[in-house]
């Protein structure tokens, strides 16, 4: 089936990392997505990750992903107050515009 | 470049009446997707347009309908309005779409929040 889980809150110390944790359940997942969304904001794409890898990097940003617990986090180093958004992670299905959203992270970085 | 333009971003209606929502991809996207959010059931995914074919639909009623236009740029329609259709509208555009070779990299607009009343 399709869900994506994720928790609701995180709140660091500016400099601070931030790892937001992401668990997914349709094995046939084949890209891994962190989208960032700030208030009355759309969505923005952070970065991705193939399925068969099992970590990728992008300056500030880390992806993990294990695939056999089927578990996806991100890592943000030296977090900064402009990193306070709601962070989704997503997969899609057999490469398709289809996209199954978790339920959110709320980040809050404070001072 | 242009990004995804989604209007009206903010609109009110009432229990019964219909709306019309608008997207205008990026430049050369021919894949448009339609998700809608809210507090309670987060994001979900409602269709997907390609070359004016819907390709994908979610687990929506019939009363939300969209389509796709020669341009590319879509829209999508939601009738008999309810209290539970209240959310944020955000469209999608991507290059190739469903079946499309690398990842589905999506381009989001602002959205567009209805309120019903």
């Known amino acids: 089936g399709e869900d994506v889980e994720q928790s609701l809150f995180l709140s660091v110390r500016e400099g601070d990392s931030s790892v937001i944790n992401c668990t997914y359940t349709?094995?046939?997942?084949?890209?891994l997505y962190w989208y960032k969304q700030e208030p009355g904001a759309g969505l923005q794409l952070l970065t991705y990750?193939?399925?068969?890898?099992d970590m990728k990097q992008d300056q500030r940003l880390t992806v993990l992903l294990n695939k056999k617990d089927k578990h996806l986090s991100l890592r943000i180093a030296d977090t900064q107050t402009g990193d306070s958004a709601i962070y989704f992670c997503?997969?899609?299905?057999?490469?398709?515009?289809?996209?199954?959203f978790g339920t959110g992270t709320r980040l809050q970085v404070f001072p | 470049k242009a990004g995804v333009t989604q209007t009206p971003r903010y609109l009110i209606k009432t229990r019964g009446q219909q709306v019309t929502l608008s997207c205008s991809p990026i430049?050369?996207?021919?894949?448009v997707s339609w998700y809608q959010q809210t507090p309670g059931q987060g994001l979900q995914f409602l269709f997907e347009?390609?070359?004016?074919?819907?390709?994908n639909k979610g687990n929506f009623p019939g009363r939300f309908s969209g389509r796709q236009f020669s341009n590319s740029r879509s829209e999508m329609n939601v009738s008999t309005l309810e209290l539970g259709d209240s959310a944020l509208y955000l469209c999608?555009?991507?290059?190739?779409?469903?079946?499309?070779?690398?990842?589905?990299?999506?381009?989001f607009g602002a959205g567009s929040r209805l309120t019903v009343l």
């Open positions: 999608a555009s991507s290059r190739t779409g469903t079946g499309g070779s690398g990842a589905n990299v999506l381009t």
């Open positions: 349709d094995s046939s997942s084949t890209y």
């Open positions: 990750i193939f399925s068969n890898m």
């Open positions: 997503a997969e899609s299905i057999l490469k398709t515009d289809k996209l199954i």
């Open positions: 430049s050369g996207h021919r894949s």
């Open positions: 347009y390609f070359s004016e074919t819907q390709r």
